[in-house]
């Protein structure tokens, strides 16, 4: 029972318990003596309220002391606790932005219904670099998956695009996706007003009905719950506004604002290469993704035995047949490896901050010695010390993570630029308090664990010394500490820093690839003509011929043509040729990538005519087939210089080159690209799938080319005063979006390195100050024994620099297994690439420099005189 | 003496159980269980210190200097081994001011009618 109520006490502070607790026990004691064991448990029952809340004010009359003390004490030392807070705000600050949006993107379930189940199809492989899918179903193909297979709830089918939405101001172009009525159910998210496009699975759709996104009502329709049932114009045709989505729901990308039924019109399944759709859905209850892949193998099997004319085909096109993957896996690879770098780090910094508190925590240790050991002389306790320690730490860390959390809560979004669009998740996302309180957590620890250092010193007999003898005593041992500490740090940065040089040196190599076109002076827009009104080739051709002679008639102007898609804009329209007598080849030996264009686009592109005459009017009015086609193209089928007047055969129909021109990166810097092939407009398939119609128009000028835009938008409404235009931009800016995620994610990186140097340098700093104020003697007798300045400046620089050496060894393995790991993103810049490891151990050796210039010249200046005087 | 009378008005009004204990140690030296069985007795059990308030308040009078530990050696204990504690002169100057501003406050509670007994 006394044991107990010892133990009850140690909830008052020691001071307090060491003066009164035998005084208290005792009492107990008394008051129990003679009584019964009931009596004696009511006692030390109430004992339990009566001590806490004696204790609470008592500890809380020691934290104000302490406090007070700490205010006092951090003013004398202004620099250390501004340093202090800065790292650990970077530390927490980094780390919980780099987590929150990794966790919100790779971690978080996408805001499906069981979003594990939901899954989708489309042709083709995923590449390696993770690029998404290669190609689309045709409706043939998607009709027999769907009847075929077992394994799926629903399973649905769409077709991403856009739209013109006529009414109020502007004529708009929304990002829109047809889809056929298991598509929502597939997703399982309910609408937050009305009800799904045409009404559910099984209903037949109703061709005429729209949903809206909730950023699209917001906007647009300012967030009226009466929208319900208004008939709005998309493409010339009234829809019914039958549904709202929530806020929360994007599909297939962020961008998408508007859903409309997709319905496949009969015709459209007789031609299983006229492919434009993806499928999702829904797998069965009790069945895994395993289970779906092996059962969509076997039908896949099953048609190329049944039906090779078609499957044998599309499977040859498509490089093997379809991608089946689940829809948090649709973001590529890529992104994912990209966040984990970031991750990554992330982690180097708060390693580097734990390093460098733990190094701060030390140095301030070693300067406060003294006062301590005089402290602990006047009688202050041990225990009371280190509670004054930990207050002062702690509140330095909370501070410091307060601040962190203001950097993160800046990082976040700026972190956020990284998540692509192309995600069906919003583009903000918060911080995440786990993560906070983990980087948190490691920051205190630190802190606190290196700040008691002193408090736990001040106790024994070296202080006892330091008071004696009125010098810093600290020796050895701590500077060893604090030299693995800075060696750590100097490993941290130098990790950072070559991965950062590695990524910024395959954005130089990427920059450095020819496209093929000349970007400087050239002015993209698109006007996608709406149907039906322009359904027929007729209807759009005169639109088309109008608004070029017009474009081409404005001062500046000195080409302009429509194409049916942009260079890495368009990168599919994947098609397959091949010569007379011959037969496809599997592997996509005979794919070329299509595109139907005016003349004048390879002016425009600045494309280089490298044999034979560019496309002409007469061209699509001739009945004869003819064809420009790229260099590849030409050197994949025919002898060198031989191609033009050759034949080839592209839908069974034999195709006369024409012109021969240089290649272009049609797929996007990265990428192999198809060979090319340019067809006259005439040839564009008619039907309401757009995906050939002209639609981009490209205009090469004299003049900036921006400056033209006012005209261009003159002429267009002079044509068709309800025409929409859309996606401008130049063709440097689309060159530059080529590069912008590795941009974006290199100059993420190249912060977080130029912190870590900043770090290190402090670091390397605070070490060789405090080496060479504890040497002071030594230095002084050395040059008064004659030795030369110079030397001894030597001396401490060859410290910093042999302190970035140590650490660099184990900082570029490091590096090494680091770029191992995002190799996929380094564009073949070797692992061990000599200049970026010479860069960045470069950078980290001046840095020691200049954080040994200071403790050099101080170690220089030492007068023998006065340190032999003090003696 | 006008800094002393300002000490000690400083410290008025006592808390109940400050003003108790202080009272308890005018009539001698006593140690902890000592002044918990005083103050229980003269206030006929109405008032029963706990230990954690008790030294809680001794630790405060310590350092305010109102009351102090007397040298082992100064006068005999009928038990050595517990830490006695005497009453100040600034301790013993601030009880009776206190004392003196409670009962100014009785008799202006009496001349109101407010109490029994009125005089």
């Known amino acids: 029972m006394i044991r107990i109520y010892r133990a009850l006490l140690r909830l008052y502070p020691s001071s307090f318990r060491q003066e009164f607790a035998d005084e208290m026990t005792a009492i107990f004691t008394q008051r129990g003596a003679g009584s019964g064991m009931l009596r004696r448990l009511g006692l030390l029952l109430a004992a339990v309220p009566e001590v806490l809340a004696n204790a609470a004010p008592l500890h809380w009359e020691l934290l104000r002391q302490d406090l007070a003390y700490t205010v006092r004490s951090l003013r004398r030392a202004p620099l250390f606790a501004a340093t202090v807070v800065i790292v650990t705000a970077l530390g927490v600050g980094a780390n919980t932005a780099a987590f929150s949006v990794a966790d919100f993107v790779l971690v978080q379930p996408l805001p499906f219904r069981d979003p594990e189940s939901v899954v989708r199809l489309c042709a083709g492989p995923r590449e390696g670099g993770g690029w998404g899918c290669n190609n689309l179903l045709a409706p043939a193909a998607y009709r027999d998956y769907k009847e075929q297979t077992s394994s799926f709830e629903v399973l649905g089918a769409f077709a991403r695009g856009a739209v013109n939405l006529v009414g109020g101001s502007e004529p708009l172009r929304l990002a829109a996706t047809q889809l056929t009525p298991e598509v929502f159910p597939a997703l399982g998210v309910p609408p937050l007003l009305g009800s799904f496009v045409g009404g559910g699975a099984g209903a037949a759709p109703d061709a005429r009905t729209a949903v809206l996104s909730y950023g699209l009502w917001q906007t647009r329709f300012g967030g009226d719950p009466g929208v319900l049932g208004r008939t709005v114009s998309l493409d010339g045709e009234p829809h019914v506004v039958v549904g709202v989505m929530p806020q929360t729901f994007y599909f297939p990308t962020r961008d998408v604002q508007l859903w409309t039924p997709l319905v496949v019109a009969e015709e459209a399944f007789g031609d299983p290469f006229n492919n434009y759709l993806e499928a999702v859905g829904r797998l069965r209850e009790a069945v895994t993704f395993e289970e779906a892949a092996t059962d969509l193998s076997g039908v896949l099997e099953r048609l190329r035995r049944d039906r090779p004319d078609v499957y044998e085909q599309l499977a040859a096109r498509d490089q093997g047949g379809v991608s089946f993957f689940r829809i948090g896996d649709e973001y590529s690879p890529r992104f994912r490896l990209m966040l984990q770098a970031l991750v990554g780090a992330s982690l180097c910094i708060l390693v580097l901050a734990c390093a460098n508190l733990a190094n701060l925590m030390l140095a301030r240790a070693g300067a406060r010695e003294r006062e301590l050991a005089v402290r602990a002389a006047l009688g202050a306790g041990k225990e009371r010390l280190i509670r004054q320690m930990i207050t002062e730490n702690a509140a330095l860390v909370l501070v410091g993570g307060a601040a962190g959390v203001l950097v993160g809560v800046v990082g976040v979004p700026l972190l956020a630029l990284l998540v692509p669009p192309t995600l069906p998740i919003a583009s903000r996302p918060g911080i995440d308090l786990r993560v906070l309180a983990v980087a948190a957590f490691f920051t205190a620890l630190t802190g606190l664990g290196f700040g008691l250092a002193p408090a736990l010193r001040a106790g024994g007999r070296a202080a006892l010394g330091a008071l004696r003898t009125g010098v810093r005593s600290s020796g050895g041992p701590q500077r060893g500490y604090r030299a693995a500490l800075v060696s750590v740090q100097v490993a941290a940065s130098v990790v950072l820093l070559v991965s ?81 007598g011959q037969e496809v080849r599997p592997g996509g030996e005979n794919n070329v990538s299509r595109r ?79 060979p090319q092939m340019y067809l006259p407009a005439s040839g564009v398939p008619e039907g309401f799938i757009s995906a050939y119609d002209l639609k981009d128009l490209v205009i090469r000028a004299s003049v900036p080319p921006t400056s033209l835009l006012p005209a261009v938008r003159g002429v267009i409404r002079d044509v068709d005063p309800e025409q929409p235009i859309s996606d401008v931009r130049t063709l440097s800016e689309l060159l530059a979006s080529q590069t912008a995620p590795r941009r974006a994610q290199v100059r993420v990186l190249a912060a977080l390195a130029v912190v870590a140097l900043l770090l290190a340098g402090v670091g390397i700093h605070g070490l060789l100050a405090f080496t060479v104020a ?29 302190l970035v050496l140590i650490g660099a060894v184990p900082g570029l393995l490091v590096a090494y297994w680091a770029a191992h790991s995002i190799r996929s993103m380094l564009f073949g810049v070797p692992r061990a690439d000599p200049a970026t490891i010479g860069v960045a151990v470069g950078l980290c050796v001046f840095t020691a420099l200049i954080g040994a210039s200071v403790p050099a010249l101080r170690a220089v200046r030492v007068s023998p005189l006065t340190v032999i005087q003090a003696e | 003496m006008r800094t002393h009378d300002n000490a000690v008005q400083a410290k008025l009004p006592l808390p109940p159980a400050t003003f108790h204990i202080l009272v308890a140690l005018s009539a001698g030296d006593r140690h902890g269980y000592g002044i918990i069985q005083d103050v229980e007795a003269r206030t006929e059990g109405a008032l029963r210190l706990s230990a954690g308030t008790l030294y809680r308040t001794i630790q405060r009078l310590l350092d305010e200097g109102l009351i102090m530990e007397p040298p082992k050696s100064s006068a005999p204990r009928e038990d050595p081994r517990r830490r006695y504690y005497r009453i100040t002169k600034l301790g013993t100057a601030v009880v009776r001011a206190d004392a003196e501003r409670l009962a100014q406050m009785v008799s202006l509670a009496k001349g109101a009618g407010l109490l029994a007994g009125a005089s």
Not at chain 1, 511 to 534: H, I, M, N, W
Not at chain 1, 549 to 560: K, S, Y
Request: contains cysteine.
């Open chain 1, 500 to 580: 950062c040089g590695l990524l910024v040196r395959a954005v130089l190599r990427v920059q450095a690839v020819d496209p093929g076109f000349r970007s400087e002076g050239v002015l993209t827009l698109q006007t996608v003509l709406p149907k039906p009104e322009y359904l027929s080739l007729a209807s759009r051709e005169p639109f088309y011929r109008e608004v070029l002679t017009r474009v081409r008639a404005l001062p500046g102007v000195e080409a302009a043509a429509y194409t049916s898609g942009l260079p890495m804009v368009m990168t599919g329209g994947i098609t397959q040729v091949v010569l007379p």
């Open chain 1, 596 to 674: 139907y264009v005016t003349p004048q686009l390879f002016a425009a592109f600045g494309v280089p005519l490298l044999a034979g005459r560019d496309l002409e009017d007469s061209d699509a009015q001739d009945s004869a087939n003819v064809a420009v086609v790229s260099e590849s193209f030409a050197r994949r089928y025919w002898p060198a210089n031989q191609a033009v007047g050759q034949s080839f055969l592209f839908q069974n129909r034999l195709h006369t080159v024409v012109g021969v021109v240089g290649d272009m990166k049609v797929r996007g810097l990265e990428r192999v690209s198809e």
């Open chain 1, 774 to 802: 504890q040497r002071q003697r030594e230095i002084g007798v050395r040059l008064a024994l004659g030795a030369e300045p110079a030397g001894i400046a030597r001396r401490v620089a060859w410290d910093g620099v042999r």
